[in-house]
């Protein structure tokens, strides 16, 4: 259905009137708080309840669109939430102006361009999968053995590690470099010092609607109920950390010094006309507890851009949410079989993403095959892994029959070691 807005929206715009993400931005005289992004404006949804116009959905809730977080705003439910962005919809189109009655629209409306995003949600605890096939298999290969380069349990087990939510960044917060324990494969013993394979890993990530008690767990089909939205992840890695301290319990100081985030959530509801089926049998056969009658991914564009301290830059790959081999739903009760409690606004990303092509791997790692092939730029300059002062920009969209959903971008640069 094509919807119109009375607003002049880009056409290439992330943000269009089918979009309508939530997050978290602080502006003039405007102390950090939920907004919903439309073209290049932030619809300010305090004003708009403030104005009368949010009706049953937004009046009441005045302390949840003044809170720093959207953790109480989730916390209202699907309802409240799905209802806001619908009326937030309706009030845009061309067809309802009247709808607004006395109020003037850029009354409600601030400009990105004056606004600072902030993190959307507090987040209790954040997990990282290993969903994407290709990349476990090709590094599999290079970390391990290019015979069997996926571990046994690969295909049974959506495999994944506990992170740190008080690493996670949005999108424009910059780091240092992180500092460890290595030990290159030619050394006997490892040495300290700053990373020399610092790497990005593209990914997308979602977020948790509804809390769960310890005990019970989240069945398969239902699993997308407990979604409010996705985001952009970029789960920064330092590869000569990780590799020397992987061995036995996984990531641990080589993933947890940075890990950035888009700062719009885009609803689920925003993504179904983007829903894609996945192949329907995985080979083996998985657990009763993992399968659904109907498994779908969303056909979301993703790639990343390299920008170079000296201002080259390069989109460096393509690559699809599609390409996962584990669905969302399966991710989520599989975390949950146990009986692991989830909180609202804990964050489950993918794991790095990688296609089937040479153009679709999703971290420096896998597209440079851990230093051999490095990225030519202009002037004879080359990279493997970033530099000081390099950045790296992820961006994901889903596009089709007119419509276009965005998530934006998450930046990130990496600054000298301290
Ligand atoms: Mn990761």
């Not at 089909?221 to 992987?246: C, H, P, T």
């Not at 989830?342 to 095959?369: F, H, N, Q, R």
């Not at 950045?391 to 998530?407: A, N, P």
């Amino acid at each position: 259905m094509q919807l119109t807005s009375f607003l002049k929206i880009d056409e290439d715009s992330d943000f269009s009137i089918y979009n309508l993400p939530f997050g978290i931005f602080s502006g003039p005289k405007i102390t950090p708080r939920p907004g919903i992004a439309i073209g290049n404006n932030i619809v300010h949804l305090a004003a708009l309840a403030k104005a009368g116009l949010l009706h049953d959905a937004g009046d009441l809730y005045m302390e949840e669109l003044q809170s720093p977080v959207l953790n109480p705003l989730i916390s209202l439910g699907p309802d409240v939430w799905k209802k806001m962005r619908t009326r937030v919809q309706n009030l845009f189109l061309d067809k309802n102006r009247k709808m607004w009655g006395a109020v003037r629209p850029d009354s409600v409306l601030v400009s990105m361009n004056d606004c600072r995003m902030h993190l959307p949600m507090a987040i209790g605890d954040y997990t990282d999968f290993y969903s994407s096939e290709n990349h476990a298999a090709n590094v599999g290969a290079m970390f391990r053995d290019p015979q069997n380069p996926l571990l046994p349990n690969w295909k049974h087990i959506p495999v994944g590690y506990h992170g740190r939510s008080s690493s996670i960044v949005v999108s424009g917060t910059n780091f240092p470099r992180p500092k460890g324990q290595i030990k290159p494969p030619t050394a006997e013993i490892p040495s300290f010092g700053a990373s020399r394979q610092m790497d990005m890993e593209l990914e997308t990530g979602f977020i948790i609607s509804e809390k769960t008690n310890l005990g019970s767990s989240i069945d398969v089909k239902d699993a997308e109920d407990y979604i409010f939205g996705m985001v952009l992840f970029n789960d920064w890695s330092a590869r000569d950390i990780q590799s020397w301290e992987y061995v036995p319990l996984g990531p641990f100081l080589g993933k947890n010094f940075c890990s950035s985030m888009s700062p719009w959530i885009v609803t689920m509801d925003a993504l179904k006309p983007f829903r894609v089926p996945m192949p329907k049998d995985q080979e083996p056969a998985i657990l009763p507890y993992l399968q659904q009658k109907k498994r779908w991914t969303y056909d979301i564009q993703l790639e990343a851009e390299m920008v170079l301290h000296d201002g080259q830059r390069k989109v460096i790959t393509r690559t699809n949410q599609k390409h996962l081999y584990w669905s969302m739903n399966q991710q989520l009760a599989h975390h949950t079989v146990n009986g692991c409690p989830m909180k609202v606004g804990d964050l489950l990303a993918s794991g790095t993403i990688s296609g089937p092509t040479p153009d679709s791997l999703g971290c420096l790692l896998e597209i440079t095959k851990r230093g051999q092939n490095p990225i030519e730029f202009e002037n004879g300059v080359t990279r493997t892994f970033m530099e000081d002062g390099d950045s790296m920009i992820l961006r994901g969209y889903c596009e089709k029959e007119g419509m276009r959903v965005g998530f934006g971008e998450v930046k990130g640069t990496v600054l000298p070691a301290v």
